[in-house]
């Protein structure tokens, strides 16, 4: 398990995949402003939503690589053979991608909460929230590559299938910016429901597209 983990997230990193992720989420943060005018009171008043629609966006972006190239290279089938459990092996990758996004996403964050005139204060909350958020975003993230792996064009359906699934996410991350401890429970109530729930469904589908 620690050998797969270890794998995907040198995959992660050394693709390209986690500047990629950071380059984009930095690149709507940038371009928010020239869309809504450089009113700093409105830019901190919206700024933590924005920067939660980046993250749900920047977490789309790897999904094609997540399982797909596994499945199609015959990999899958050999850890089942060996006896894996594909929801092991699905949780296995949750845990790998959030350890590949994640840290980065947050770093970027500050410089995000920069270009968006974010108190100090707001930045923490945010911060809180990506931490908090990120794992139900990475587990979306692994059962959609799961659910698409098999599908000609997957990646195009990839946001339709993960962004509706996403919205509480982005609704309880973007409401804790304001709603303080009991927001961040919200949010962390729902991003461990994902976490935990996701790797059945995506070990099911894993299952499903190697028949």
Do not use: N
């Not at 959609?144 to 339709?160: D, E, I, S």
């Amino acid at each position: 398990m620690i050998a797969l983990v270890w794998r995907d997230v040198r995959l992660g990193y050394s693709g390209g995949g986690a500047t990629l992720v950071v380059a984009f989420f930095l690149l709507v943060a940038i371009l928010f402003p020239f869309a809504i005018g450089p009113d700093a009171a409105l830019l901190a008043r919206v700024g933590g939503g924005v920067i939660w629609a980046a993250a749900l966006l920047a977490a789309l972006m790897p999904i094609e690589r997540l399982v797909a190239p596994d499945l199609d290279a015959g990999m899958l089938d050999q850890l089942a053979t060996r006896g894996w459990s594909m929801a092991a092996v699905a949780a296995a990758k949750m845990l790998a991608h959030w350890l590949s996004f994640a840290p980065p996403l947050m770093l970027a964050a500050v410089i995000a909460g920069g270009l968006l005139d974010l108190s100090g204060g707001t930045l923490a909350m945010v911060e809180a929230g990506l931490l908090l958020g990120t794992p139900g975003l990475a587990a979306l993230a692994v059962a959609t590559g799961a659910l698409v792996a098999a599908a000609r064009g997957g990646g195009a359906v990839a946001g339709l299938v993960m962004l509706p699934l996403a919205v509480p996410l982005l609704i309880f991350g973007a409401g804790a910016i304001t709603g303080g401890a009991g927001g961040l429970k919200l949010l962390a109530a729902t991003s461990l429901l994902l976490a935990a729930g996701a790797p059945f469904v995506a070990g099911a589908a894993i299952r499903a597209a190697m028949e």
